[in-house]
């Protein structure tokens, strides 16, 4: 499975400012995804994240809330813009199997996110 | 009603006990079913991933899926403390459809 690192690891940020949390892959993926978990959730898709396309949302996540980048076919970042302490979360991403195929997917160690 | 239902626990059980976990959905499309693993602090770990219904075995692990049922499981034989976690189920139709997670079981298993 492919070995997937986020930065930062954790941050406690003031409301009203932005973070961006990226994401690497030691190896060309096609899909990857964001996610977020609430303290004791489940994880709920932030978006997903093509390379070379506008990012795919799923219903209550704007672009202008949570922008995402995906520059090339090993990394990604996304962006908590304007934040408030409902943000406070853990933020993951993962990824599909690449060219091996299959449904799938792999995830980071997460960002652990507060906001006061 | 949720797409995929499980039961949150928390689940206790002394070590050596054999663990069973469960989840329910009501999507017929789903066809790939996954069991993820999450400690503390960390990010979820791929245990098991099947296609439609069957076994699936992985040394203490072994995945079952009823699709008639619409019901899946986990069962994890000789349980260790190191097992202790929040086991996720996770699923998809497959063709690049999102997973679907159900809400974990917190699983402790006492020495």
């Known amino acids: 499975s492919a070995v997937i690192s986020q930065k930062p690891s954790r941050d406690i940020c003031q409301r009203g400012t932005s973070l961006t949390i990226q994401c690497q892959v030691d190896?060309?993926?096609?899909?990857m995804f964001w996610y977020r978990q609430q303290p004791g959730q489940s994880l709920t898709l932030i978006a997903t994240?093509?390379?070379?396309?506008?990012?795919?949302?799923e219903s209550g996540f704007v672009i202008d809330k949570f922008p995402i980048s995906r520059p090339n076919l090993t990394f990604s970042t996304l962006t908590v813009s304007n934040m408030s302490p409902e943000d406070s979360s853990i933020y993951l991403c993962?990824?599909?199997?690449?060219?091996?195929?299959?449904?799938?997917?792999?995830f980071g160690p997460g960002t652990r996110l507060t906001v006061l | 009603q949720k797409e995929v239902e499980q039961d949150p626990g928390p689940l206790s059980v002394p070590e050596g006990a054999i663990v069973s976990l469960n989840c329910t959905y009501s999507?017929?499309?789903?066809?790939?079913f996954m069991w993820y693993r999450q400690y503390s602090r960390k990010g979820p770990e791929l245990l098991m991933y099947?296609?439609?219904?069957g076994n699936k075995e992985d040394g203490r692990f072994t995945a079952q899926v009823d699709k008639s049922s619409k019901y899946i499981s986990l069962f994890i034989r000789d349980s260790q403390p190191s097992d202790s976690a929040t086991y996720l189920c996770?699923?998809?139709?497959?063709?690049?459809?999102?997973?679907?997670f159900g809400q974990g079981t917190r699983l402790t298993i006492n020495p």
């Open positions: 190896s060309q993926v096609t899909m």
């Open positions: 099947t296609y439609s219904s």
């Open positions: 993962s990824v599909d199997r690449g060219l091996a195929g299959g449904d799938e997917q792999f």
């Open positions: 996770a699923m998809s139709a497959g063709g690049a459809q999102k997973l679907v």
């Open positions: 994240a093509n390379q070379g396309s506008e990012a795919t949302y």
């Open positions: 999507n017929s499309a789903f066809q790939y």
